[in-house]
Each structure stands twice: as C-alpha cells, then as structure tokens.
C-alpha cells in the first residue's frame, strides 16, 4: 500500500550539512503529517520534525534541540519531504527514520531508515 524510501545519510563533520530524502511509493498523497525520527543506539527513537497537513494549510514543529538547524518539508505533488540538516553536532547522530500517516488507510508507515554520523 504505502512504502517510504529514505535516502541521503552519510558521515559528516560537526557543524556540516546533509539533506534527507524521503519518497512515498503511494496511490494516494493524502497524509496526515510526515515525520522524521532518529534513533540513537542505546536510545530510544524521538520524534525530530513533523509537517502537518490540514485544511488550512501546513505547518511544521520540531524537537527543541534542532529548532534553528533543521528544516522539514513536504512536495505533495512529488510525495517527497526533505530534512535539511545545518551545524550537525556528534549528538544528532543516529539512524533517521521517515513516517508518515494516511488518512486514506488511517494507518501510519515507516521508512527503513538511513545512518547519520557526525564526527567531532
């Protein structure tokens, strides 16, 4: 029904960017909210960002400690989001993951994940 793909982890140096990519194999683009999660070892998984969808528009909310350095967003059209990752810390590595929920099968789906490593 729904498969998310998530792309564009790798190691980078503390205060370097990466991008994330997620892309929806879907018959539908009608979601809820898209999300990001990371996962550090030892740690449980925590919510990053989520861009809402509603009738009025979108809007986006994020983990206090990425507000100012990441930035999520969502092209309906292409079912895709992006996770623009700026001034990486050893701290955010982890492996991200992407979910999103459907309206059309109230159900919500997760990506595989991909690694992010900040070096220091």
């Known amino acids: 029904q729904v498969q998310l793909v998530e792309s564009g982890g790798g190691l980078v140096q503390t205060g370097g960017s990466l991008r994330l990519s997620c892309k929806v194999y879907?018959?539908?683009?009608?979601?809820?909210?898209m999300a990001w999660y990371r996962q550090a070892p030892g740690k449980e998984r925590e919510v990053v960002a989520v861009?809402?969808?509603?009738?009025?528009?979108?809007?986006?909310d994020y983990v206090e400690s990425v507000k100012g350095r990441f930035i999520a967003s969502r092209d309906n059209a292409k079912n895709t989001g992006d996770l623009q990752m700026s001034s990486l810390k050893p701290e955010d590595t982890a492996v991200y993951y992407c979910?999103?929920?459907?309206?059309?099968?109230?159900?919500?789906?997760w990506g595989q994940g991909t690694q992010v490593t900040v070096s220091s």
């Open positions: 861009v809402f969808d509603g009738p009025d528009g979108s809007s986006t």
């Open positions: 979910k999103v929920h459907s309206r059309l099968y109230n159900s919500a789906y």
């Open positions: 879907a018959s539908t683009n009608d979601f809820v909210y």
